[in-house]
């Protein structure tokens, strides 16, 4: 059994690898053209790229997944038992977008 990860454990899929660019050209966004060519801007992009990685770590570590695929999988699962909890009618009184920050505020508490 392994005890350590490896790089390719921690590889990104096309959905993730779309937010986290999506997060990042809004941080450059926010930035102006002075910060853009500053060592502020690189650490805060390396700052954003680790919290996501560590993210995934702790869940990796969480549900004792050693594949990110097979995380995604058992994510998805936790998510569906996890609204099933929720009492009827709950999420119909939500937009998509306050349904997926629910969503997210859980995977966060599981972090």
């Given at each position: 059994?392994r005890?350590?990860?490896?790089?390719?454990?921690?590889?990104?899929?096309?959905?993730?690898?779309?937010?986290?660019?999506?997060e990042?050209?809004?941080?450059?966004?926010?930035t102006?053209?002075?910060?853009?060519f500053?060592?502020?801007?690189?650490?805060q992009?390396?700052?954003?790229?680790?919290?996501?990685?560590?993210?995934?770590?702790?869940?990796?570590?969480?549900?004792?997944?050693?594949?990110?695929?097979?995380?995604?999988?058992?994510?998805?699962k936790?998510?569906?038992?996890w609204?099933a909890?929720?009492?009827?009618?709950?999420?119909?009184?939500?937009?998509?977008?306050?349904?997926?920050?629910?969503?997210?505020?859980?995977?966060?508490?599981?972090?």
């Amino acid at each position: 059994m392994r005890t350590h990860l490896f790089p390719d454990d921690l590889e990104l899929s096309d959905q993730q690898k779309s937010q986290l660019l999506t997060e990042v050209r809004d941080v450059l966004k926010r930035t102006s053209n002075e910060e853009l060519f500053s060592f502020l801007i690189r650490s805060q992009l390396g700052e954003l790229v680790t919290g996501i990685v560590e993210q995934l770590e702790r869940l990796l570590e969480r549900f004792e997944e050693n594949d990110s695929m097979m995380l995604a999988e058992r994510i998805e699962k936790e998510i569906a038992d996890w609204s099933a909890t929720m009492p009827e009618g709950a999420l119909t009184k939500h937009d998509v977008f306050s349904i997926k920050g629910l969503v997210f505020a859980q995977l966060r508490s599981w972090c």
